[in-house]
């Protein structure tokens, strides 16, 4: 069974809400809300593909720096296993913005449950609502 490794960030604002994103149409998982994030490429470091991502995703800048691990999550898929570190970033440059089509939402850490998200992305709230 394949691995592949997935990283994920929740951005916490000053107010201490949490950034999600929806997958947009045509995606696989369309709809469902998640943490921004991506795979990690050959010869990338997690925090490298974090901010990289970010930059993709929302065109915010970080720095590896920023990005502490928080907790991460394992979840088996029918011919792939995933493996997903979250981080947890407080500072950025920018304005977070949808760049590929996603819609974003600034979220209380106890209403994550309130949307639905990929089963891998579930675990992942738990620590939050704990830390915020």
Not at 12 to 27: M, N, T
Not at 68 to 84: C, I, K, N, R, V
Request: hydrophobic share 45%; proline share 8%; with cysteine.
């Amino acid at each position: 069974m394949k691995l592949v490794l997935v990283v994920a960030c929740a951005l916490v604002d000053s107010d201490g809400r949490i950034l999600i994103a929806q997958r947009p149409e045509g995606k696989k998982l369309a709809g469902l809300w998640e943490f921004p994030g991506g795979k990690v490429e050959a010869g990338e470091t997690p925090e490298a593909t974090l901010v990289r991502e970010l930059r993709e995703e929302l065109g915010i800048e970080t720095k590896s720096a920023c990005l502490a691990p928080l907790t991460f999550a394992s979840h088996g898929y029918e011919d792939w296993h995933l493996l997903m570190p979250l981080y947890v970033c407080r500072r950025w440059e920018g304005i977070a913005q949808g760049r590929e089509g996603q819609a974003l939402k600034w979220v209380r850490a106890r209403e994550l449950r309130q949307y639905p998200m990929p089963p891998a992305d579930l675990p992942l709230i738990a620590p939050l609502i704990e830390l915020l």
